[in-house]
């Protein structure tokens, strides 16, 4: 093995998650059909609890899990692997809400657009977040709407209950999300920092020359930009890039029990029915917020709740004479609840929608730091490494194998001609299935090679 060729220290997003979907639909399943591995199990759970009553009830519970569970995965997962490293997250956050939550079976669609796991340190600063740049990002609140849609798809229990028909009011608050712990969570994850590079050190010279040639390749969509509130500028460009998750987060869906909702796209609109999918996981998101916030049957708020929580931080921001001070005493103050109204609803509208609706297929241009640790590349994973990256979409690899720990520290990647699991080789050329491509950003290509290894050079120490 070639001397550039190392075992990486970092490797964290290389599960396979849609074998481990299917493994645990079949192991379920295998379970509830074999009295024998059934027994094990209910003696496992139940523990000293045991009796064949206990048991009974058990399977039965049990039974109706495994047939919701194996009917949410029959109708989401494709036929074709996502693969090692990638997985449809939009795909299954509609098909867990707008289908399973609401109880509308026309409304799942097989997750087919997979896309590489974005990676953590510094996804809170940015502007815009989700590969087609289709949240709002940069306060907490942003968070914990994002965590939230996130939780509802993987795999919190939510039924949202019609209260009434005119206006339609619906009542959110049967869901399992703990927002006091998203929002620890979150405020760990702020302080997250990129990885150094963990090998031999970047040539100074090198960097110095990669400098300049990132200002003229790159500069325009990667560079970071502050923006007056402090989060980075994201922004979101169509540069040629498989257009299918962005095609297929612009569907729609029947709204079911949440017709009519507040709906946060536009702020004071109410939701269509059909509407588009991405609408209905916004509105109940923001409903779900909204009834955390503010109980019902009305109550006394918990002001330790994860929303007030993240509120109060925003606050602190948005309000810097707001720090310290009891969040009851400040809601007291017109001025104050008037900016809150404003902030919340600025700040939650345009939920889970690209920035430019109904345009050409475009994805977040992210702040490169750390960009070493995050191959293979582009939204949907389908370059190897930095060096093919720069260069036209013809001369890249139609195919390679993903899933390695060893690392290329030459080309920036993970090591391409070997995979440790049997779904590891990804076509991406000619004949690739939809989703897959790799075309587009053909950025740099006009670089010289000595000038190509400059600019990765420079990439290396972000």
């Known amino acids: ?142 968070a914990l709407s994002r965590n939230t849609g996130e939780v509802f798809g993987v795999f919190a229990d939510f039924s949202p209950k019609k209260l009434t028909d005119t206006p339609r009011l619906v009542d959110y608050t049967k869901n399992s999300v703990k927002f006091a712990g998203l929002q620890q969570l979150e405020e760990k994850i702020a302080v997250l920092k990129p990885p150094p590079w963990p090998f031999d050190e970047p040539k100074t010279e090198l960097v110095d020359r990669g400098r300049v040639k990132f200002a003229e390749k790159c ?121 809150l109204k404003t902030h919340i609803e600025q700040r939650l509208s345009q939920m889970f929608r690209p920035p430019v609706p109904d345009g050409p297929p475009a994805y977040e241009a992210r702040v490169l730091h750390g960009v070493w640790a995050t191959a293979p590349y582009l939204h949907n994973g389908s370059v190897p490494n930095l060096w093919e990256l720069l260069l036209p979409a013809s001369q890249r690899s139609a195919s390679f194998m993903v899933g390695s720990k060893m690392y290329d520290q030459k080309n920036v990647g993970y090591v391409t001609d070997t995979s440790p699991f049997k779904d590891g080789k990804l076509v991406v050329g000619a004949g690739a299935e939809a989703g897959n491509s790799n075309a587009g950003h053909e950025f740099g290509v006009d670089l010289s090679e000595d000038d190509r290894w400059a600019l990765i050079e420079y990439l290396k120490q972000l």
């Open 1 to 142: 093995m070639s001397d550039h060729r190392r075992r990486a220290r970092q490797r964290g997003n290389d599960a396979d998650f849609q074998l481990f979907l299917k493994d645990l639909t079949a192991v379920t399943r295998a379970t509830l059909s074999d009295a024998d591995r059934f027994d094990k199990f209910a003696h496992a759970v139940l523990v000293n609890r045991y009796s064949a009553t206990r048991a009974k009830d058990l399977k039965t519970d049990f039974a109706a899990w495994v047939k919701q569970w194996g009917d949410f995965m029959d109708k989401s997962l494709p036929a074709s692997p996502w693969g090692p490293g990638r997985l449809d997250a939009f795909g299954m956050i509609f098909n867990r809400v707008a289908a399973k939550d609401l109880g509308i079976d026309a409304n799942f669609k097989v997750a087919d657009a997979p896309v590489s796991y974005p990676f953590l340190w510094n996804a809170s600063r940015q502007d815009r977040t989700q590969w087609n740049g289709g949240v709002p990002n940069g306060l907490f609140i942003h």
């Open 219 to 339: 500069g325009s969509c990667h560079e970071k930009k502050i923006l007056p509130r402090g989060t980075w500028l994201t922004p979101v460009q169509a540069v040629g890039t498989d257009p299918r998750m962005f095609r297929n987060a612009e569907r729609s869906s029947p709204s079911g029990v949440l017709a009519g909702a507040l709906s946060p796209n536009p702020p004071g609109s109410r939701l269509a029915d059909p509407a588009l999918t991405s609408n209905i996981l916004a509105t109940a998101v923001v409903g779900a917020l909204i009834n955390e916030a503010f109980p019902f049957p009305p109550r006394l708020p918990d002001f330790n709740s994860g929303v007030w929580l993240a509120i109060k931080k925003d606050m602190s921001d948005l309000l810097p004479d707001s720090q310290n001070r009891p969040i009851t005493l400040l809601l007291l103050q017109p001025s104050v609840r008037a900016n």
